[in-house]
């Protein structure tokens, strides 16, 4: 089994995405996009406290969820445990163990790590709309979290690599909007960029 996020930036390729990952034994973990904008508009222009926010991000992961489930027919579902493939809407999982910090830092790059850990997974597959991290402007195929944490701001949020050393678990960061790129991945093959713990 894999954990898949598939971000929210990838929404608009989301239909061409999601039959590749049909094939597959994965648990899909959406991003926040769209969604989790309409939150940090929210949250700017009310004066949220971070709390709220965090939690009302994670009901826009699960608003994108029930998105990605009605366009591909992949059942979404709030367990863990169960039959795959499955889009996961993480809200209440969330609600009933966060031991994550409630902040901007925080987003479903981190969620996913997460729920990847309380899977025993060592693995996580991030589909994003760029090709992988940079570093001064170069594409990169291997990096370590703690240089990654170092970087400043990326691709992935700012909490993850923490959460990857926790975890031990290595992370692949690639372009979704390419569906051989989604494919070549699940055949193990080496695309984007690996982050090691």
């Known amino acids: 089994m894999r954990v898949v996020k598939l971000g929210g930036s990838l929404l608009?390729?989301?239909?061409?995405?999601?039959?590749?990952?049909r094939e597959h034994e994965v648990?899909?973990?959406?991003?926040g996009g769209?969604?989790?904008?309409?939150?940090?508009?929210v949250y700017m222009e009310h004066s949220l406290d971070e709390s709220a926010a965090h939690f009302m991000?994670?009901?826009?992961?699960?608003?994108?969820?029930?998105?990605?489930?009605?366009?591909?027919?992949?059942?979404a579902r709030q367990a863990l445990e169960g039959?795959?493939?499955?889009?996961?809407?993480?809200?209440?999982?969330?609600?009933?163990?966060?031991p994550l910090p409630h902040s901007w830092q925080v987003t479903s790059d981190s969620i996913a790590c997460y729920i990847a850990a309380l899977l025993g997974e060592k693995h996580l597959v991030i589909l994003?709309?760029?090709?992988?991290?940079?570093?001064?402007?170069?594409?990169?195929?291997e990096i370590k979290?703690?240089?990654?944490?170092?970087?400043?701001e990326t691709?992935?949020?700012?909490?993850?690599?923490?959460?990857?050393?926790?975890?031990?678990?290595?992370?692949?960061?690639a372009n979704g909007r390419s569906t051989e790129v989604v494919k070549a991945l699940l055949r193990g093959e080496a695309v984007g960029t690996k982050i090691t713990p």
């Open 12 to 21: 608009r390729y989301a239909r061409e995405i999601l039959p590749v990952l």
């Open 27 to 31: 648990l899909i973990v959406p991003g």
């Open 34 to 41: 769209v969604f989790a904008d309409a939150v940090r508009k």
């Open 57 to 75: 991000a994670i009901a826009a992961m699960d608003a994108y969820g029930e998105f990605l489930s009605s366009v591909s027919g992949i059942p």
């Open 83 to 98: 039959s795959l493939p499955a889009v996961l809407l993480p809200y209440r999982l969330m609600r009933e163990r966060d």
């Open 128 to 141: 994003t709309d760029v090709d992988g991290i940079c570093v001064e402007g170069t594409l990169v195929d």
């Open 145 to 152: 979290a703690d240089q990654l944490d170092k970087l400043g």
């Open 155 to 173: 691709c992935v949020d700012a909490y993850l690599p923490k959460l990857l050393r926790r975890y031990n678990i290595t992370c692949t960061v």
